[in-house]
């Protein structure tokens, strides 16, 4: 049971682009939503968070949406840079503090 | 720097074996997670400890097991180790907020 589902497994956009990653999940007892970016051979790197009580937040570059109602959260890059090319990981968490991620979205940056 | 440390950074051993993963979380965050990645796959939840006490338990076989000791470390226990229990095994530790992540043990078993 995939409750939090990442879709697209890569994205591909040019510098200077708007990256849009997505994310929905199923489970509606989550109240904490995360997005982390992956390096290979590295440990996840927390990005930007959203509580359930907010529908956006926003973190210089990275803004992270979340729509409850459709239980689907997105994180939006502007601009898009080289060196952000990376897997993202959408993670969702609950009062119980455990954090169900997502599948990972490969996220390519053509100069 | 995340401020989790975890040792050693890289595992080869056989099967039938059983090797101890140690991690070191963040001063002052009493969460710990382990989670599991294979080649290709995404992270998969193992195991939560709080202050000591398992919190939350996820797809974490018979032959695994953790521990949370009165200091926060934690350690992993792989026994019996079969070839596709090779791959990355990350600790996180967490507080009020986020979790962060150590840089990950890569088992490697042959």
């Known amino acids: 049971d995939q409750q939090v589902k990442q879709n697209s497994p890569s994205l591909s956009v040019q510098e200077g682009r708007i990256s849009i990653l997505n994310c929905d999940y199923t489970?509606?007892?989550?109240?904490?939503f995360l997005w982390y970016k992956k390096y290979p051979a590295e440990g996840p790197t927390f990005l930007i968070s959203?509580?359930?009580?907010?529908d956006k937040n926003e973190d210089g570059r990275f803004t992270v949406f979340l729509n409850k109602s459709a239980k689907h959260l997105s994180l939006h890059i502007v601009p898009s840079q080289p060196g952000d090319s990376a897997v993202y990981f959408c993670?969702?968490?609950?009062?119980?503090?455990?954090?169900?991620f997502g599948k990972g979205t490969l996220l390519t940056v053509n100069p | 720097d995340s401020g989790v440390t975890q040792t050693p950074k890289h595992l080869i051993t056989a099967t039938g074996q059983r090797v101890t993963l140690r991690c070191s979380p963040r001063?002052?965050?009493?969460?710990v997670y382990w989670y599991q990645q294979s080649l290709d796959q995404g992270l998969q939840f193992l195991i939560q400890?709080?202050?000591?006490?398992?919190?939350a338990k996820g797809n974490i076989l018979e032959r695994f097991s953790a521990q949370q000791f009165p200091d926060l470390h934690s350690e992993l226990n792989l026994s019996s180790l079969e070839l596709g229990d090779s791959a990355l095994y990350f600790c996180?530790?967490?507080?009020?907020?986020?979790?962060?992540f150590g840089q990950g043990t890569r088992l490697t078993v042959v």
């Open positions: 400890y709080y202050n000591g006490e398992e919190r």
């Open positions: 996180a530790s967490r507080g009020d907020g986020p979790a962060f």
């Open positions: 001063s002052g965050d009493l969460s």
């Open positions: 993670a969702a968490g609950g009062s119980n503090y455990k954090l169900t």
């Open positions: 959203i509580s359930s009580i907010k």
């Open positions: 489970n509606s007892m989550f109240d904490y």
